[in-house]
């Protein structure tokens, strides 16, 4: 079930609220909260709960093992980061394994059919910030496995973020109130994020599925950049989109979830890209691999050392290919270039500067995109080198269509924080409360624009599902 469906919007959502609503006590609250987010989960992947259910056990019980008095708690850490690896392992990174090790001399091991179980990265990932947020800090241990599973399961963040860390939201799991003004707020940030979502992220996605559909002898200059910038948008919007949605419906139940993204295509240099971009994932892995493999305090080639271990689970982490580890190893290779000044973004003029972060990330997004690495290095290759293919011009003015252009000119504009600056310059005048009425109903007129295009279109894709 995804928040962009009528089955989310009107069936579950609408249920879930009015209970929610009804109902007077906070553990009642969260009782249905729980329920309803284990049938969310089900919805989509019925089989694979009971794995998810699994892990809540497994770390509620490691989560224990944290007390003070207990002398074997850095060993039941130790158990509880290799039990969650290998599940993760098992599931998501068996079949690449098999794969690459068939391509060593003299092997020739089974590869393994597993389906990928929807979200597992993502609440897996949850449960180790419990256990070691718990290990750091032994009040964060949670006693009741209820709260643990709330926490875990609950549903705005579940299938694909953003990652709450627990010492997040520990508090506001006994302790939230749900204001009239949070809950709009709430709303209206869930309706730009499915418009984001529906709206310029799915045009964007039929574009570039186009030109990354095409056969490599199809491919001109043109249209291979058209497929990257379409991809470029296309990534941004769906998952900053669905980020907005989990954000905004946190609010309408009372929880604060971190922001995920700062827009991150304002960055002048990858280093500033990365603190920006899917925030809650960097600063996961800052805190819980970088910090811990000793960060930037052992020299500069053991944090050189860190860096490419980081970027390397960050790609690894998106995907079982070894496109996702070239596209997170390309990004941590910048960030280290610039690191030691081999890449001086600080000399260089502003717009470079921007070009510069641009350039790289829409190229790398390129192998994120791509189906191997082949196809990656090719799809570059016709970016940059001219093709004589006589029919390049026709494929490339038939994805030019007038919503093509008008979205493509409004993820330009909302890439930016020129509505946001706008909105807090009026904030400050008499005509604020004009302007957060109008607000509200351009709001209303987005959705209702959304719910004729989710009825007039079966096409949704959402490209963290992957993960």
């Known amino acids: 079930m995804v928040f962009s469906s009528p089955v989310f919007l009107f069936l579950f959502l609408t249920s879930v609220y009015i209970l929610y609503r009804i109902i007077p006590t906070i553990r009642a609250k969260n009782a249905l909260l729980l329920i309803f987010s284990i049938g969310f989960y089900t919805y989509g992947e019925p089989k694979a709960v009971v794995l998810m259910l699994i892990s809540i056990c497994m770390n509620y ?10 002398k074997s708690r850095k060993a039941v850490l130790t158990v509880s980061i290799i039990a969650n690896l290998l599940m993760l392992g098992i599931f998501k990174y068996a079949g690449f394994g098999a794969e690459m090790l068939n391509k060593l001399p003299f092997v020739n091991v089974a590869v393994p059919k597993i389906a990928l179980p929807i979200g ?20 964060y241990i949670q006693k009741s496995p209820f709260k ?21 939201i520990a508090e506001q799991i006994d302790k939230r109130e749900c204001t009239p003004e949070m809950t709009a707020k709430g709303i209206r940030r869930f309706i730009m994020g499915l418009s984001k979502k529906m709206l310029i992220a799915n045009t964007m996605a039929a574009a570039a599925d186009y030109v990354y559909g095409l056969d490599s002898a199809e491919l001109t200059v043109p249209l291979a950049w058209l497929g990257a910038v379409s991809y470029l948008f296309q990534i941004y919007f769906d998952f900053s989109g669905y980020s907005d949605m989990a954000i905004g419906l946190g609010a309408m139940f009372g929880f604060r979830f971190r922001e995920n993204f700062n827009y991150p295509y304002i960055s002048q240099s990858m280093q500033e890209f990365w603190r920006r971009w899917h925030i809650s994932v960097s600063t996961w892995f800052k805190e819980y691999l970088y910090i811990p493999l000793g960060g930037n305090r052992k020299g500069k080639v053991r944090t050189a ?3 490419l271990a980081v970027f390397f689970c960050t ?97 330009v504009l909302f890439s930016t924080p020129v509505v946001g600056t706008v ?26 624009i959304c719910i004729l295009t989710m009825s007039a279109s079966s096409y949704n894709p959402f490209i963290y599902f992957r993960f």
């Not at 949850?126 to 290990?135: F, P």
């Not at 009026?426 to 009425?437: D, I, P, R």
């Open 148 to 168: 643990l599973a709330l926490y875990i399961t609950l549903f705005p963040q579940l299938i694909a973020g953003p990652i709450v860390k627990y010492y997040d």
């Open 61 to 70: 019980f490691f989560g224990l093992g944290m007390k003070e008095k207990n």
């Open 305 to 307: 050392l860190n860096k």
């Open 315 to 411: 790609g690894l982490w998106h995907g079982a290919s070894l496109n996702f580890i070239v596209w997170g190893l390309l990004n941590g290779g910048f960030m280290m270039l610039e690191s030691y000044k081999l890449i001086n973004t600080e000399k260089m003029p502003k717009i470079l500067r921007h070009i510069y972060a641009m350039a790289v990330t829409l190229l790398a997004f390129v192998f994120f995109r791509a189906d191997t690495l082949t196809d990656a290095v090719r799809f570059i290759g016709h970016m940059f080198l001219p093709s004589s293919v006589s029919t390049g011009k026709a494929l490339f003015l038939s994805q030019l269509t007038p919503a093509y252009c008008f979205m493509l000119v409004l993820a």
């Open 120 to 139: 597992i990265s993502f609440y897996t990932f949850q449960a180790m910030s419990y256990v070691i947020d718990a290990y750091k800090d032994p009040k």
């Open 423 to 448: 909105e807090k310059k009026l904030s400050g005048k008499k005509s604020a409360a004009v302007g957060e009425v109008c607000g509200y109903a351009v709001s209303m007129v987005l959705l209702v």
